[in-house]
Antibody
Framework: QVQLVESGGGVVQPGRSLRLSCAAS????????MHWVRQAPGRGLEWVAVISNDGTIKYYADSVKGRFTISRDSSRKTLFLQMNSLIAEDTAIYYC????????WGQGTLVTVSS | QSALTQPRSVSGSPGQSVTISCTGT?????????ISWYQQHPGKAPKLIIYDVFKRPSGVPDRFSGSKSGNTASLTISGLQADDDTDYYCCSYVGRDSLNYVFGTGTKVTVL
């Protein structure tokens, strides 16, 4: 069955970096657009970034533009989010999601930015 | 890009219907028919229940329906059940700009 599993979250100091991964299985990863979406504790969903199926097109929310980079490795069926210059406001559960419809989501990985 | 506006909460008795609105602008909700709705239970990942304004993924009951008029999309839940008591978010495609998608502020549905 379709499955997305995020990893790489943890506690990190402000200004540092973190790389999240999302391992895909059960579908043709190379055929799908992929997203990162985050949810701060007790808050709503915030779209973060999207990457086209072939990795050539990428877009970001203004709140992360210039600091975060989305990428993918289709040979490893894995989506990545490189997060640099982290700030407290980046504290959230980060989800990866499939397709322009965001029809399948992972369970999320928690990122906490704190000194 | 500001979040789409949803009511903070709506409520209804079992068996009744409730409607959640999702208001945006002509640049998002009003400009595209790529409106989706997600249900999220506490501690769980969001689940797609409506896409492309009114389409339902397989397995989603027809008690859930979507529509759009102008800059406002709506989700209607008919025949309310206890398990519908949770959070709902709308989402709209914005376009080929720095912000590709935008979510709504979220609505808590309470089954009385």
């Amino acid at each position: 069955q379709v499955q997305l599993v995020e990893s790489g979250g943890g506690v990190v100091q402000p200004g540092r970096s973190l790389r999240l991964s999302c391992a895909a299985s059960g579908f043709m990863f190379s055929e799908y657009t992929m997203h990162w979406v985050r949810q701060a504790p007790g808050r709503g969903l915030e779209w973060v970034a999207v990457i086209s199926n072939d990795g050539t097109i990428k877009y970001y929310a203004d709140s992360v533009k210039g600091r975060f980079t989305i990428s993918r490795d289709s040979s490893r069926k894995t989506l990545f989010l490189q997060m640099n210059s982290l700030i407290a406001e980046d504290t959230a559960i980060y989800y990866c999601a499939r397709d322009r419809r965001l029809d399948c989501w992972g369970q999320g990985t928690l990122v906490t930015v704190s000194s | 890009q500001s979040a789409l506006t949803q009511p903070r909460s709506v409520s209804g008795s079992p068996g009744q219907s409730v409607t959640i609105s999702c208001t945006g602008t002509s640049s998002d909700v009003g400009g595209y028919n790529y409106i989706s709705w997600y249900q999220q239970h506490p501690g769980k990942a969001p689940k797609l229940i409506i896409y492309d304004v009114f389409k339902r993924p397989s397995g989603v009951p027809d008690r859930f329906s979507g529509s759009k008029s102008g800059n406002t999309a709506s989700l209607t839940i008919s025949g309310l059940q206890a398990d519908d008591d949770t959070d709902y978010y709308c989402c709209s495609y914005v376009g080929r700009d720095s912000l590709n998608y935008v979510f709504g502020t979220g609505t808590k549905v309470t089954v009385l």
